[in-house]
């Protein structure tokens, strides 16, 4: 993930830069609930502009490898409150490909629930944000 804690705007309206396919900038908007989390992790982190926004323990940018194993044990770790989640295939690709359908689409879901939290990450990947980077 090379995404810069440059690259992150929290206001009214928060959004992060991102690289896409063929280099191409875009703007990604960022749910309420991401920014605030976002805001509450360079709060702590107390990281500066230039350095990786999830860095991984050596400080550098997180891998493909390593996104893909914090989900794993935030899915694990949600198995035991939402047993319904054992053998799901939730991916990094999946959760980035759902969160780019939610942008395209309003859904509506209780938001109360951790369970649903996960349960839901066909239609709101972005909310696991406190299960997967805690």
């Known amino acids: 993930m090379g995404i810069r804690v440059a690259d992150v705007t929290l206001a009214t ?3 992060v830069r991102l690289q896409g396919k063929g280099r ?12 605030a989390e976002i805001g509450h992790w360079l709060k702590y982190a107390d990281l500066r502009a230039d350095q990786p926004l999830v860095p991984n323990r050596s400080g550098r940018p997180m891998t493909r490898t390593n996104v893909a194993d914090r ?13 319904r989640l054992a053998g799901r295939r939730i991916s990094p690709h999946s959760w980035r490909h759902a969160t780019a359908m939610h942008l395209c689409r309003p859904v509506s879901t209780s938001r109360s629930s951790p369970c649903g939290w996960v ?3 066909r239609s709101r990947p972005m909310a696991m ?3 997967i980077w805690q």
């Open 129 to 131: 944000s406190r299960l």
């Open 13 to 15: 309206t928060s959004s």
């Open 119 to 121: 349960t839901r990450a």
């Open 24 to 35: 191409k900038q875009r703007t990604v908007p960022l749910w309420k609930e991401t920014a």
């Open 71 to 83: 989900l794993a044990l935030a899915i694990t770790a949600a198995t035991t409150q939402c047993p």
